[in-house]
């Protein structure tokens, strides 16, 4: 989450009203979501591989529309700010560039040491602002906790799973799907309370 408030707040510099994109189906993704919609993104899509199921599932729980994986080629509809989160494959930057309105804001935390296939020219003649995507800082650490604290009742409207010890390998195995992340946090614990807390 912490992540998602220094992406969107401090580096896209997030205005209520804009449209965001974020590209990768991933536990960043849904962060970066839940922290767009709380700033008062007007639209907030999350796109990427179908296989990031946990992630979708949570995504349009808590009010965000989800895509495929985006396509340079396909990009019709501009976003003001366009998030590749830091899983996300290098074909996603690129596209984000496409994905982006004139004078849009984009950032990378895309870790890929890959060419992205970004046209310069693309970036100019929209006036694009890009930015690396650095870790959390201590302000969107202290950020990231005050948005929990105030999507609480949004956050209760998603399904979670609670699992134990004893089923911990079968889950931990099943988050993988072909090497990709099914891109949610699960919680292992020592035991299953039936009326757990849901403050916790």
Same mark, same amino acid.
């Given at each position: 989450?912490?992540?998602?408030?220094?992406?969107?707040?401090?580096?896209?510099?997030?205005?209520?009203?804009?449209?965001?994109? +974020?590209?990768?189906?991933?536990?960043?993704?849904?962060?970066?979501?839940?922290?767009?919609?709380?700033?008062?993104?007007s639209?907030v899509?999350?796109?990427? &591989?179908? #296989?990031?199921?946990?992630?979708?599932?949570?995504?349009?729980? +808590?009010?965000?529309?989800? #895509?495929?994986?985006?396509?340079?080629?396909?990009? *019709?509809?501009? $976003? *003001?700010?366009?998030?590749?989160?830091?899983?996300?494959?290098?074909?996603?930057?690129?596209?984000?560039?496409?994905?982006?309105?004139?004078?849009?804001?984009?950032?990378?935390?895309?870790?890929?040491?890959?060419?992205?296939?970004?046209?310069?020219?693309?970036?100019?003649?929209?006036?694009?602002?890009?930015?690396?995507?650095?870790?959390?800082?201590?302000?969107?650490?202290?950020?990231?906790? *005050? +948005?929990v604290?105030?999507? #609480?009742?949004?956050?209760?409207?998603s399904?979670?799973?609670?699992?134990? $010890?004893e089923?911990?390998?079968? +889950?931990?195995?099943?988050?993988?799907?072909?090497?990709?992340?099914?891109?949610?946090?699960?919680?292992?614990?020592? #035991?299953? *309370?039936?009326?757990? &807390?849901?403050?916790?």
């Amino acid at each position: 989450m912490a992540s998602g408030v220094e992406w969107l707040q401090e580096g896209a510099q997030l205005r209520s009203g804009e449209t965001v994109a +974020i590209l990768g189906t991933s536990r960043m993704g849904v962060a970066t979501a839940l922290v767009a919609l709380h700033m008062g993104a007007s639209q907030v899509v999350m796109c990427g &591989d179908p #296989r990031g199921v946990d992630a979708i599932k949570l995504a349009r729980q +808590i009010g965000a529309e989800v #895509r495929g994986a985006p396509v340079e080629s396909n990009s *019709d509809e501009s $976003f *003001d700010v366009v998030v590749v989160v830091t899983e996300a494959p290098v074909e996603y930057v690129a596209a984000a560039v496409a994905m982006a309105a004139p004078l849009g804001r984009v950032i990378l935390a895309c870790t890929s040491t890959s060419p992205s296939g970004i046209v310069p020219e693309a970036v100019r003649r929209k006036g694009l602002t890009l930015k690396g995507g650095r870790g959390a800082s201590a302000p969107s650490l202290a950020r990231a906790v *005050d +948005i929990v604290v105030l999507e #609480r009742e949004r956050m209760l409207n998603s399904d979670g799973e609670l699992h134990t $010890f004893e089923e911990a390998e079968g +889950i931990l195995s099943g988050l993988l799907d072909k090497g990709v992340a099914r891109g949610a946090h699960v919680v292992i614990t020592d #035991r299953i *309370d039936e009326g757990r &807390d849901s403050d916790a």
